[in-house]
């Protein structure tokens, strides 16, 4: 059970981010970091003082950031190129699809505050369109960590990656999840909780409100609802999604994205084309000026909170 | 090499890429004879890169940011024994690695270029590689002027001069014409010089067909110590083949039958004069 003090022992997981990097660097003088005056933002001040020669600061030119460190990655570098994911995935999008992926460099971009992060900030500083681009881009990898669990173990997994990876991160701090299982690997979702009456997919952020739901509807309901964090975008794990599905109960994708190609159509597409009948709901954020407020509060309005989800279950499930 | 070959080498490199683009029916025909002699110069005068070191981190890196006049690089390349010269005969055909833009499938190929406004930056994080490294590689990329409005050319200039990176050398192939008329009419760049210079860059401006003029220029790297340093080289598209000179229309024109035969003879005469 995830209580309030479990919550508040968690970190954010760009502090985990920050921490897992400076403990790699002491060992790996090729990691470097290269930000777009990010580095407070993206909770690298440490890292930079520590590892003055491993940061490379290129200033509010997030186009170039990119291309730079596609340079460095073709030398051998194990770069990671961290900025707001609003402008990383969109003004360097093009730098994304050659200087990276075409290119074959390993960079491991990494989009802070994604998603609605930034809240109040506005669209200008919104990220619901990245899972929708990259996905579209050949020879990426993308990876939306639940938690502090899921951040340390994929940062291990990308600074070593001989291929592109987009991890994506929000502001919030993240409990550790309830889980069995220790293992982590890119392309395997993680279920978070069993349950044969439904099954939530959810990524990044959105794992904990859907958490919270399956509890929720556990304990008023008598509701086994399963859980997944689905880390990876792309590749999607086809494999457990099918073995989810298998049972013919609803399923219900949640995600801090646009409703549109995001992990929700990436689900269905496989479900669809594989001939699953399963009663199905995206939850994601709609095709329309994207409500003010906070990351809470816009949360709540679309529903991708612990009511909101716990109420499209109730109605998919016709109870 | 001495300047005389090099001289033969420019007319049998412009023989080749006139060969190729006349039998694939494809290419960018006068861009790639206005940077032949840079890069003729470039691979045969100036940088520690050939097939035998091209696995070797201490090489010099070359990363094409005009990329669309692959046909100069491919000829270049294949004459350093990248590659077998007779695969050139697939260009742009279905499934060739040969098409119309670097890419790195093809030997001695550094980077997969074409999108306009991508070769400095990654130029740049090559050559910031190299000083964290205490390495003595050089990086030398070669631009376009039609491609500088690119405002990622810009980003990627101040980096260069911020981190101090006299180990990278850009050259801008100036021929002045870009696929919808002269650069100075749909977007004035000049004084290309001043700008540069502003950036923080060392800047020379050269002749880009005159060979001697070139390894002079080249000899004398790094221009400051401390500034990346920049070769704004004059020069002309289509150059070598009379009626292709300055004419826009060679940006990606294809030659006929008569047109092709027309410059072979034109290019075989200025070989017996050298």
């Not at chain 2, 009419?185 to 502003?198: I, Q």
């Amino acid at each position: 059970m995830l209580t309030e003090k479990s919550i508040a022992a968690g970190q954010a997981n760009l502090e985990v981010f920050s921490e897992t990097l400076q403990a790699l660097a002491v060992y790996d003088r090729d990691i470097l970091v290269v930000t777009s005056d990010s580095r407070g933002s993206g909770k690298l001040g440490p890292f930079g003082v520590k590892f003055p020669k491993q940061t490379v600061e290129i200033g509010i030119a997030e186009q170039n950031l990119v291309g730079v460190a596609a340079g460095l990655a073709s030398t051998g570098k194990k770069v990671f190129a961290v900025s707001p994911a609003c402008f990383l995935t969109a003004r360097a999008l093009e730098q994304i699809k050659n200087d990276v992926a075409y290119s074959d460099n390993p960079v491991k971009l990494v989009g802070i505050s994604a998603g609605v992060s930034y809240g109040a900030l506005g669209t200008t500083h919104h990220s619901l369109h990245d899972f929708a681009v990259l996905r579209a881009i050949n020879n990426i990898t993308i990876v939306a960590p639940a938690d502090n669990f899921e951040t340390e173990q994929a940062i291990r997994l990308a600074a070593e990656a001989d291929y592109p990876v987009y991890l994506r991160f929000g502001k919030k701090a993240m409990p550790l999840l309830n889980s069995e299982e220790t293992t982590f690997e890119f392309g395997k979702g993680r279920v978070v909780k069993n349950g044969g009456d439904l099954t939530l997919i959810a990524t990044g952020e959105t794992v904990l409100p859907a958490l919270k739901a399956a509890q929720k509807l556990e304990m008023e309901s008598g509701i086994q609802a399963a859980v997944i964090s689905m880390h990876t975008i792309k590749p999607l794990d086809y494999k457990l999604l099918h073995e989810f599905a298998a049972n013919g109960k609803p399923i219900i994708t949640v995600e801090e994205h646009s409703v549109y190609g995001g992990l929700g159509e990436a689900c269905a597409s496989y479900l669809m084309q594989n001939n699953f009948h399963n009663r199905f709901k995206i939850m994601a954020i709609p095709d329309e000026y994207t409500v003010t407020g906070s990351q809470e509060e816009i949360f709540n309005h679309y529903g991708l909170s612990e009511d909101g989800i716990a109420r499209e279950a109730m109605t998919l499930l016709g109870t | 090499m001495s300047e005389q070959e090099l001289a033969r080498l420019s007319v049998e490199y412009r023989k080749k890429i006139l060969k190729y683009i006349y039998k694939a029916k494809a290419g960018h025909t006068g861009g790639s004879l206005s940077c032949i002699d840079i890069l003729n110069v470039l691979y045969n005068d100036v940088m520690n890169v050939g097939p035998e070191n091209f696995s070797s981190p201490d090489r010099d890196r070359y990363i094409q940011s005009k990329g669309h006049t692959v046909e100069a690089l491919f000829v270049v390349l294949a004459d350093k024994g990248f590659f077998p010269e007779s695969d050139l005969e697939t260009l742009c055909q279905y499934k060739s690695h040969y098409i119309g833009h670097p890419t790195r499938k093809v030997h001695g190929v550094e980077q997969n270029t074409g999108a306009l406004g991508h070769g400095l930056s990654l130029s740049v994080g090559t050559a910031i590689s190299a000083k964290l490294d205490d390495k003595d590689f050089r990086v030398f990329t070669l631009l376009g002027d039609g491609e500088l409005p690119e405002g990622s050319n810009w980003e990627a200039a101040l980096t260069a001069s911020h981190y101090k990176l006299d180990n990278l050398c850009a050259i801008i192939d100036c021929n002045g014409l870009q696929i919808s008329g002269p650069t100075a009419e749909v977007c004035n760049t000049e004084p290309l010089d001043a700008k540069f210079e502003a950036f923080g860059w060392s800047v020379r401006q050269v002749d880009g067909h005159n060979l001697k003029e070139l390894q002079d220029t080249f000899a004398a790297l790094p221009f400051e110590q401390g500034k990346p340093s920049m070769v704004i080289a004059r020069t002309i598209k289509g150059k070598g083949v009379s009626y292709m000179e300055n004419q826009l229309k060679w940006h990606h024109g294809v030659p006929s039958a008569e047109q092709y035969e027309q410059a072979v003879v034109e290019l075989d005469a200025a070989c017996a004069e050298i």
